[in-house]
Each structure stands twice: as structure tokens, then as C-alpha cells.
């Protein structure tokens, strides 16, 4: 009877592994191939490749130029290696932190529509008296203004007083995103942006999204810090001459402690006489990885740029590289 059970066990254990199998072809398949032609599946890269065949700017070689603190986009445009996150400052102290960036050495803002402080980033420009050629201006669409993407990129020109963007991206992934980047790209004919691209977008996203549109996403802007490096999307987005930037490059409010105090970046930090911000910024950057830092308080915003007279060695790299958790610190 034992005999029995045990035998019907293994038969009942046997079905359901069958099951299993049967319920989840998809991982059979990418590893070995399509069993129907006999040829070789192919992988979400290739699957990938396959599609930008018809988007212009496919081809570009993403090159960090230090001497000059910029990069060349996929659009024929140069922008900044380092620029200033805008997020959570309003009012008067956007002005100011706008103001004060440009005058010591900034060219580049980042900011977007649901920060609130277009208007401000726009006087800060006008009260720097950096000619407006000479600033990389960044700026967002929100999900509630894709379905109105013409009126919204108008309404964001009018609001910063300025005839062109330099950058606008999607800010996230959502409905009518495809609907929102045509129109993106209706307004680089137009002459009122430079460059467009998309932000929180990572592999999968991307590779949905791309069939849809002519125009290759010139950069990328992603959640990345020594806590979440995001290297294998690096590496996609590189490949296809997208230039990728990390949000939260210091880990992000309530988590730059943490990173700052990490005993390997706080060593290296001490061995080149140089603050932990500092040397995340210069990681950031050497790992082809834009930075746009955040503050309103001048001694760091200049703190930030000021890293282009040091260099990480192979080893100090390394050893950023091994602090990865793939420890997000937001939901996007
Ligand atoms: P961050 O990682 O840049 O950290 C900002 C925090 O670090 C602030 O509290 C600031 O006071 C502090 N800080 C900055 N420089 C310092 C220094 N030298 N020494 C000590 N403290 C310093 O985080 P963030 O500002 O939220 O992110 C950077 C930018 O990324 C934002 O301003 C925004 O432009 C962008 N962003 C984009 C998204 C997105 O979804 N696309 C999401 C978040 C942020």
C-alpha cells in the first residue's frame, strides 16, 4: 500500500512539473532556440536591433569628452557632462540656485514640468546673463499633459520665455507616451526643441516603444547611484548611441547620508582630499553616466562641478562598482 502512495506521488509530481513547463514555454525557448523552425530565438536585443532600422540616429558613439565637460548627443548637439537638478526648489530659490549655477560654471538646468519652477528656471537664465546659446536647457512632459503633447510643449516655451529647448523627455512610461514623442518629434522639425529623449524607461520599455517612432531617444534619464548602477541598461542604451544620465546621482533626499558615510566612498573620498559627493559624481561620470545633482545651497552647487581636476583609478572604480544592492530609492 506504501508502495502505492509513493508510486502515485511521483506520477502526481511528475503532471505537475509537466505543467509547469508547458505554462512557461517562453523560457525554454530563448535558450534554446524555436523548436517549430529550428531557428535560433532571438534575444530582446537582437529582437531590439531589428527595429531601429528605421529611426534616424541609430549608429552614434557615446564619447565622454572631459576636456570640454560635455558629450556629443545622437542629434548633432553637445551637451553638458554635469548639470543642476531643479526638483523641490520653488520660487525665489529656484531663481537663485539657477542664477548662481550659470554665473560659476554651469551650462546645463534639468528640470520638468511637475517641479513647478519653469517660470523661475527661465528668470534665473535671464538674470545670469549667460547668453541663451551657450545653456543647455532640459525640461519634462508629465503624463497628464501626453494626450496634449503640441499644446504642452508650446505652453513649456511660453513658461521658461525662451524660443527653444535644448532637451525635452517623457518623464515616465504611461497612456498615449507614443502619441506625446510624435509630437516631440514634429517640434524638432519645427525648431522649437533640439533633442528629445525619455525618462524611467529601461530595457523592456524601450524595446516596446522604439517601433513606433523615427527619431532614436538621444539620452535617458534613469534612477543611478553606487546603490543601484543599472549596469546592463547602461550597456543597452550605449550600444544604441543613447546617452544615459542617473537621477538621484547621490542616492536621492533621505539617502545621501548613507552614501556619503559609506566607509569605501568616504576612503577614497579622504585619499583624494575630496568630499563623497564628489567622488560618487566623478564615479558617475567615468562610468559614462551624466550627473545632475540637486541643490540650492551655492557651496555645493559648485562643489559638484568641481570635479573635472581629479581621477578615479581602475581599482577606486572597481571598488564603487562592487557597492551595487540594486537597492532602489524611488518607485519609478
Ligand atoms: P540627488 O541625488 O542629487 O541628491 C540631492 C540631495 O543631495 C539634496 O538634499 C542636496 O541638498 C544634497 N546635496 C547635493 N549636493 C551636495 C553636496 N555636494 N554635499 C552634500 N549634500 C549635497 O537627488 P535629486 O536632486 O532628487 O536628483 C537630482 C535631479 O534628478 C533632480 O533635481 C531632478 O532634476 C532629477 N530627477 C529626475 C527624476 C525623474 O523621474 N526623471 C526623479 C528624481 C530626480
Redesign the pocket.
Known amino acids: 500500500m506504501k508502495k502505492y502512495i509513493l508510486l502515485m506521488g511521483i506520477i502526481v509530481i511528475g503532471l505537475v512539473s509537466a505543467g509547469c513547463n508547458q505554462a512557461n514555454p517562453t523560457i525554454n525557448q530563448s535558450n534554446e532556440g524555436n523548436e517549430t523552425t529550428g531557428q535560433p530565438s532571438t534575444t530582446i536585443e537582437e529582437q531590439s536591433q531589428q527595429t531601429d532600422k528605421n529611426i534616424s540616429g541609430v549608429g552614434h558613439e557615446v564619447v565622454f569628452n572631459f576636456d570640454k565637460q560635455s558629450v556629443m548627443l545622437n542629434s548633432g548637439y553637445e551637451m553638458p557632462i554635469v548639470g543642476l537638478?531643479?526638483?523641490?526648489q520653488l520660487d525665489e530659490t529656484a531663481v537663485n540656485s539657477v542664477e548662481y549655477a550659470l554665473r560659476n560654471g554651469y551650462r546645463k538646468i534639468?528640470?520638468?514640468k511637475i517641479?513647478g519652477n519653469e517660470a523661475e528656471v527661465g528668470e534665473g537664465i535671464r538674470q545670469s546673463g549667460v547668453p541663451r546659446e551657450e545653456i543647455f536647457l532640459a525640461s519634462?512632459l508629465y503624463m497628464n499633459q501626453y494626450s496634449k503633447a503640441a499644446e504642452a510643449i508650446d505652453e513649456a516655451l511660453a513658461a521658461f520665455e525662451v524660443d527653444y529647448l535644448d532637451l525635452l523627455?517623457l518623464?515616465?512610461p504611461g497612456e498615449h507616451d507614443v502619441e506625446a514623442y510624435q509630437a516631440m518629434e514634429q517640434a524638432v522639425k519645427d525648431g522649437k526643441v533640439r533633442s528629445i529623449g525619455l525618462?524611467?524607461y529601461y530595457i523592456e520599455e524601450l524595446t516596446d516603444f522604439l517601433p513606433h517612432v523615427t527619431i532614436m531617444p538621444a539620452l535617458i534619464?534613469n534612477?543611478v547611484?553606487p546603490y543601484y548602477q543599472e549596469k546592463e541598461v547602461l550597456d543597452f542604451f550605449t550600444k544604441k548611441g543613447i546617452v544615459m544620465e542617473g537621477?538621484?546621482?547621490?542616492?536621492?533626499?533621505g539617502h545621501?547620508k548613507e552614501l556619503?558615510e559609506d566607509p569605501i566612498i568616504a576612503k577614497i573620498a579622504d585619499k583624494h582630499q575630496r568630499?563623497s559627493?564628489?567622488i560618487i559624481l566623478r564615479w558617475h561620470l567615468q562610468n559614462g553616466v551624466v550627473a545632475?545633482?540637486?541643490?540650492?545651497?551655492p557651496a555645493?552647487i559648485s562643489?559638484?562641478l568641481a570635479i573635472f581636476d581629479f581621477e578615479l583609478t581602475k581599482e577606486e572604480m572597481a571598488q564603487i562598482d562592487a557597492l551595487e544592492r540594486a537597492e532602489k530609492h524611488?518607485w519609478?
Do not use: C, V
Not at 537638478?85 to 523641490?88: L, T, V
Not at 545632475?292 to 545651497?297: D, K, Y
Open positions: 537638478g531643479m526638483y523641490s534639468d528640470t520638468a517641479y519634462k523627455l518623464h515616465h525618462s524611467n534619464q534612477e547611484h537621477w538621484y546621482p547621490l542616492g536621492g533626499r545621501t556619503f568630499s559627493a564628489q545632475i545633482p540637486g541643490s540650492s545651497n555645493h562643489e559638484n524611488d519609478y
